[in-house]
């Protein structure tokens, strides 16, 4: 079984992008993001109704990293410390050597390839340094920004779920995309 330490918090860089820690002074972006019915669109979470609840967001990140249980990088441009997205391995499968990657940018800052790089990134780290071997992400069918990432980024379409998650009084389908490590 993998052994999982995320202590000290590895800030990760790319080209245009620093990933850092979440933490409550990102509270305003947090919020920003999980309250816009446009954001969450293909997020079967409850919107961010409050401060204090962008709040215990964050609280539910350090939760994970904490406990080694999962980590999530705020994504910022190099030149501006602000959040704008949140990316990180936030399921992970220490058994089975696999984490599901999940992420969220402010709308404003689709289609500028943010989001490609960050995964590339994000993927680097799970491969390199938490010796995942393989990683996978479940997304909306219909969100065709997402499944452009994926696929930008080396993803395969493993499955396509139908009607598994109950919510909101519907049933949702699902589509699993997964990266085999063959570093």
Same mark, same amino acid.
């Given at each position: 079984?993998?052994?999982?330490?995320?202590?000290?918090?590895?800030?990760?860089?790319?080209?245009?992008?620093?990933?850092?820690?979440?933490?409550?002074?990102?509270?305003?972006?947090?919020?920003?993001?999980?309250?816009?019915?446009?954001?969450?669109?293909?997020?079967?979470?409850?919107?961010?109704?409050?401060?204090?609840?962008?709040?215990?967001? @964050?609280?539910?990140?350090?939760? /994970?990293? $904490? !406990?080694?249980?999962?980590?999530?990088?705020? %994504?910022? *441009?190099? =030149?501006?410390?602000?959040?704008?997205?949140? @990316?990180?391995?936030?399921?992970? /499968?220490? $058994? !089975?050597?696999?984490?599901?990657?999940?992420? %969220?940018? *402010?709308? =404003?800052?689709?289609?500028?390839?943010?989001?490609?790089?960050?995964?590339?990134?994000?993927?680097?780290?799970?491969?390199?340094?938490?010796?995942?071997?393989?990683?996978?992400?479940?997304?909306?069918?219909?969100?065709?920004?997402?499944?452009?990432?994926?696929?930008?980024?080396?993803?395969?379409?493993?499955?396509?779920?139908?009607?598994?998650?109950?919510?909101?009084?519907?049933?949702?389908?699902?589509?699993?995309?997964?990266?085999?490590?063959?570093?």
């Amino acid at each position: 079984m993998l052994t999982i330490n995320f202590n000290p918090f590895p800030n990760l860089e790319t080209e245009r992008l620093l990933l850092r820690r979440v933490d409550a002074s990102d509270v305003n972006e947090i919020f920003n993001l999980r309250s816009n019915p446009e954001t969450m669109k293909y997020i079967p979470r409850p919107l961010v109704k409050t401060t204090e609840d962008a709040l215990e967001h @964050i609280a539910m990140i350090d939760a /994970k990293i $904490e !406990n080694n249980e999962g980590i999530n990088w705020a %994504i910022t *441009l190099k =030149e501006n410390p602000k959040l704008i997205g949140i @990316i990180g391995h936030y399921r992970i /499968k220490p $058994e !089975n050597h696999r984490a599901e990657i999940g992420y %969220i940018l *402010l709308p =404003e800052f689709n289609g500028q390839g943010i989001m490609a790089e960050a995964v590339k990134e994000a993927v680097r780290y799970g491969f390199e340094v938490m010796q995942l071997h393989s990683i996978e992400a479940l997304i909306d069918p219909e969100n065709f920004g997402s499944e452009k990432v994926l696929q930008k980024s080396g993803f395969i379409k493993e499955a396509h779920l139908k009607e598994n998650e109950f919510y909101d009084g519907r049933f949702l389908d699902t589509v699993i995309y997964s990266i085999l490590n063959r570093i």
